[in-house]
């Protein structure tokens, strides 16, 4: 009995390890050695794929991105029903600031708001946000995943009332 116990805990310990994931707020950060590490972005423009998960409902969309990173971005949403939202009117302003902020390497803003998480595997790096308690994010956001080689591929966006939204970005060069 021993015999068939002991590769029986052997297999269930792998399936744990498996299943086990390597969250990005594991490794807090500074400003300063994000900085550091972080690759030149630059403006791009691309195509977007969504998932807004609000509960149990997704709903995708998709359409052309275009990102200057002295302005902010813009989501010319094409299907499922023609849109566009701007990231650089001052409606938007509290995303834009961070976008242009992890674009420009400047992390003023992002200190006083967030606290920041780095972690670099090869040519991949993410950076995760969490609001500090108290901030005006706060309110709004429960943290923000941002990850890319040389541009930025994936932000995930997790809000307090909205469900989460999950955008990736195909600019040719990902």
Not at 91 to 99: D, G, S
Not at 139 to 154: P, V
Request: aromatic share 10%; proline share 3%.
């Amino acid at each position: 009995m021993y015999k068939f116990l002991l590769p029986l805990l052997i297999v269930l310990a792998g399936f744990n390890l498996c299943f086990a994931s390597d969250d990005i707020f594991d490794y807090p950060s500074s400003s300063k050695s994000i900085a550091k590490e972080m690759p030149k972005l630059k403006d791009v423009s691309c195509k977007f794929t969504q998932e807004k998960s609000i509960g149990n409902t997704v709903l995708k969309s998709g359409g052309n991105f275009k990102f200057i990173k002295s302005k902010g971005a813009v989501f010319e949403t094409l299907y499922p029903i023609k849109s566009t939202v701007s990231y650089t009117s001052s409606q938007n302003k509290q995303m834009n600031n961070v976008i242009v902020a992890v674009a420009n390497g400047n992390y003023a803003y992002l200190d006083k708001n967030f606290d920041l998480y780095y972690k670099r595997e090869h040519a991949i790096w993410t950076i995760g946000l969490k609001p500090k308690q108290g901030s005006v994010p706060a309110s709004q956001l429960n943290d923000i995943i941002i990850r890319g080689a040389s541009d930025i591929d994936n932000i995930k966006i997790n809000t307090v009332k909205n469900g989460t939204m999950d955008i990736s970005f195909k600019c040719g060069t990902n």
